[in-house]
């Protein structure tokens, strides 16, 4: 038999298909060459869970900060997010916009009058985030509406408020507006990607996030009353939790929810009793603006085997 790096004459009759002596450092050293070349497949990565997915996962109930510690510091700013992290809250949610010159600015509402000085400093109301450049939204006071004690208080960026949060816990990403592209360009930038949950009202959003990345964690949120199609088109996006109303999700629509492989968390929450019967009713998640009551809440409830 002949040797398959060469034609030399292979003597180790009935060892065919092994190279002959002078060939074998080069045989060798294509193995490790070919080896290190393999493409890897997406699925063989997937099939460690992420860090986000890990948490998601997790048994027991969830409890999620709603734009920070929002009942004892102005809503997402970084105090607010402070608060969180020294609550032990297991993720901290947030809402971002972007500003006119495309940098994604952490506030809930569209327009600066609710929770910044805008009307004060620039003479009008109903200025958008949109409309102003970052450098003119950094300006603005985003802690004085809460009390004094924040005065001084600025609107975080995304990238600030991602720095604070993943230091002691997990971001919740809310997106109010913005393309999915984007996000998911600034999550690669800065290593987030895995890390982090996002979420969204918008469907097509959810669905766009997990076309560009399979690894992301993604949730849909919803706030009309909940029916077994809305449940199952939302389980249909890929998304990993399905996240609703309170006052619209039935204790017994989380079942269904668990049928579909799928995890359920529940918005917003401040009432003790209201959150253990979610909790008793098998809920996963509970955003709340109040995570130090909730934590005692679980601690203090049994949940069903699941
Ligand atoms: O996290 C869910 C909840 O934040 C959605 O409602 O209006 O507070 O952003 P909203
Ligand atoms: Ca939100």
């Not at 004690?149 to 507006?177: C, H, M, N, W, Y």
Request: charge should be neutral; hydrophobic fraction near 45%.
């Amino acid at each position: 038999m002949s040797c398959g790096g060469c034609i030399r004459r292979e003597f180790e009759i009935g060892r065919p298909s092994l190279p002959c002596r002078p060939c074998i450092p080069w045989f060798l050293f294509l193995c490790v060459l070919g080896v290190t070349q393999l493409p890897i497949s997406p699925d063989i990565l997937a099939a460690e869970p992420t860090p986000a997915r890990k948490l998601v996962n997790s048994p027991g109930v969830l409890i999620i900060a709603h734009r920070g510690n929002s009942s004892i510091a102005p809503e997402n700013t970084l105090p607010a997010f402070a608060k969180a992290l020294a609550a032990k809250a297991d993720l901290v949610e947030l809402d971002y916009h972007h500003s006119a010159d495309g940098v994604p600015i952490v506030l809930h509402d569209d327009n600066l009058d609710r929770t910044t000085n805008a009307q004060e400093l620039l003479g009008k109301t109903k200025v958008l985030v949109v409309d102003l450049p970052a450098a003119e939204l950094a300006r603005l006071d985003a802690g004085l509406w809460f009390n004094d004690d924040f005065k001084g208080t600025k609107l975080p960026t995304l990238v600030e408020a991602l720095t604070a949060i993943q230091a002691g816990s997990t971001t919740l990403i809310e997106r109010k507006a913005g393309d999915a592209a984007t996000l998911v360009k600034l999550l690669e930038q800065e290593k987030l990607t895995e890390q982090v949950v996002v979420q969204a009202f918008d469907w097509e959003f959810v669905k766009e996030c997990r076309k560009l990345s399979p690894t992301m964690t993604l949730c849909t949120l919803s706030g009309k009353a909940a029916n077994h199609e809305q449940i199952e088109a939302a389980a249909a996006t890929g998304a990993d939790v399905i996240v609703w109303n309170h006052e619209k999700l039935r204790r017994d629509q989380v079942e269904l929810v668990h049928k579909l492989g799928k995890k359920a968390w529940v918005y917003t929450i401040d009432d003790p009793q209201h959150a253990a019967d979610f909790i008793a009713a098998g809920i996963d998640g509970v955003i709340t603006n109040k995570p130090a009551t909730m934590i005692r809440v679980r601690s203090a409830t049994k949940r069903p085997a699941q």
